[in-house]
């Protein structure tokens, strides 16, 4: 299966990629869609364990954010699954990472978190982890959709009978057990000492249970906005500048806090708003997290292609290599496996930790930046201030997957022969100049288009986009 496909479902669009799906509830994503995902996923599990001779029944942790739509996604693909006689452990509300850190600690056969992430509030879906937390790779992700079209279940004896169906339990136990994990690398008394204060705003998503009991085991003076695990999202998902002007505001309200942290619905991304309520932007996440885990352990650093330059200095000063990928955290995950990176993550506020777990990770992102104020005994803005300074705009735009294709081909032709420019092609296209890159793809979760330029100068940022957009 490519990276992404566009699956028709009644005439509407679902967007289907190496870890999962996603679609627009009453459209394309359906509690019939998501009941033959879960029998799609439970097959391809249950003759996995055919194949190897293991008798027993395929075990899933199964969570989800709290997107309004969740208790009916949820009930559908637990459903699908338990009818091809696969068990699942419901772990009910949690972060993403939560769910597949539980997954890891149960030795469960598979992981399934009900969360379209960033999308709008219209958005569900269904993404299906491997036992270690990893997505899935793009032939596995085509055993399922295989599945999902030619349904074998539907055959007589593909459902299992009241004799082996699968069980249903609950674990309540998957935000105390994160914690441990997360917390286990850190020196927590020496961060608890500084008594911070902190405003966290967790959008009333899936980080409202578990980020509370975490702040309060790092002593932390905790300031909760939207913390209320209700689905109510007080602001659009995505955690953009845009869109979380009130965590800024209530941090210069608040005067004295070290730090303001934004969460998206499933908690696996993470931004920074320093202690002046500054929005210090997505890409600061990874850049904060590979500088603290630099200062104690330096090594290899694997980020996607539209991740900021940053990681690269970082890693060079501490002596290191940064290893870039396309965009998506499967592939991100998999070339850190690889290579036995120590840090690694996306630009849009996912930290990643071979030591918890192999997710971005909102928890292990505050903890990593209450860690580095410790070590270092400096302001947030202090610190920000010695990184290198580059300008990153993004922007998107709606179109077809074809579309999108035809404005890549187009900039890999007006390029490819230009001195001092290197043309990459793993995912989109990316232009790289001395003085700037800018990458234009197709999004792996959205019928859009994404656009990213990164400069020294804000000036620079605009010539290399203009470049792009005379292209449309």
């Not at 870890?19 to 029998?39: C, D, H, K, N, Y």
């Not at 197709?442 to 100068?457: G, H, L, Y």
Request: some cysteine; charged content about 20%; proline content about 4%.
């Amino acid at each position: 299966m490519a990276k992404t496909e566009a699956l028709q479902v009644g005439g509407a669009t679902l967007m289907m990629g190496v870890s999962g799906l996603r679609g627009v509830i009453g459209s394309s994503l359906t509690p019939q869609v998501a009941m033959e995902f879960g029998q799609a996923f439970g097959w391809v599990l249950m003759m996995d364990k055919k194949a190897r001779g293991a008798g027993e029944r395929a075990v899933v942790v199964i969570g989800r954010d709290t997107r309004l739509s969740g208790p009916m996604i949820f009930g559908a693909v637990s459903a699908g699954l338990i009818s091809v006689g696969v068990d699942v452990v419901n772990v009910e509300i949690a972060t993403t990472p939560s769910i597949a850190i539980m997954g890891t600690f149960l030795k469960a056969d598979a992981s399934c978190v009900i969360t379209a992430s960033h999308n709008p509030p219209m958005w569900n879906g269904i993404k299906f982890l491997r036992p270690d937390g990893r997505a899935y790779s793009p032939d596995r992700a085509s055993l399922i959709k295989k599945a999902y079209n030619e349904k074998p279940w539907t055959a007589i004896g593909g459902l299992a009978d009241i004799d082996h169906i699968g069980r249903s339990t609950t674990d309540s136990r998957v935000h105390a057990n994160h914690i441990q994990i997360v917390l286990q690398y850190f020196d927590v008394k020496a961060i608890a000492q500084k008594r911070y204060k902190v405003v966290l705003d967790s959008i009333n998503g899936a980080g409202c249970i578990g980020t509370p009991m975490l702040m309060g085991k790092l002593g932390v003076e905790l300031i909760h906005m939207n913390g209320e695990a209700n689905g109510q999202f007080a602001h659009m998902p995505e955690p953009t500048k845009a869109n979380l002007t009130s965590l800024c505001e209530k941090v210069k309200q608040v005067g004295d806090a070290a730090v303001g942290f934004a969460q998206d619905p499933d908690a696996d991304r993470l931004v920074v708003v320093d202690e002046k309520g500054t929005f210090i932007g997505e890409d600061y996440t990874v850049a904060l997290a590979t500088y603290a885990r630099m200062l104690v352990k330096p090594g290899t650093v694997v980020v996607n292609l539209a991740t900021t330059r940053m990681i690269d200095d970082i890693a060079k000063k501490f002596g290191q290599t940064c290893i870039r990928t396309p965009v998506g955290e499967a592939n991100v995950t998999a070339k850190m496996a690889e290579v036995n990176a120590v840090i690694g993550g996306e630009g849009g506020g996912g930290a990643i930790d071979p030591r918890v777990g192999m997710t971005r990770d909102s928890f292990l992102g505050i903890v990593m930046v209450l860690d580095l104020l410790t070590r270092t005994g400096k302001k947030l803005s202090e610190i920000v201030a010695e990184l290198p300074q580059y300008v990153r705009v993004s922007t998107k735009f709606e179109c077809t997957r074809e579309q999108a294709a035809v404005l890549v081909e187009k900039a890999k032709a007006k390029f490819a022969g230009e001195t001092n420019a290197k043309v990459n092609t793993e995912d989109g296209v990316k232009i790289d100049w001395p003085e700037g890159w800018v990458q234009v793809r197709a999004s792996n979760t959205e019928p859009i288009a994404r656009m990213v330029a990164e400069a020294k100068d804000e000036a620079t940022v605009k010539k290399l986009f203009a470049r792009i957009e005379s292209l449309r």
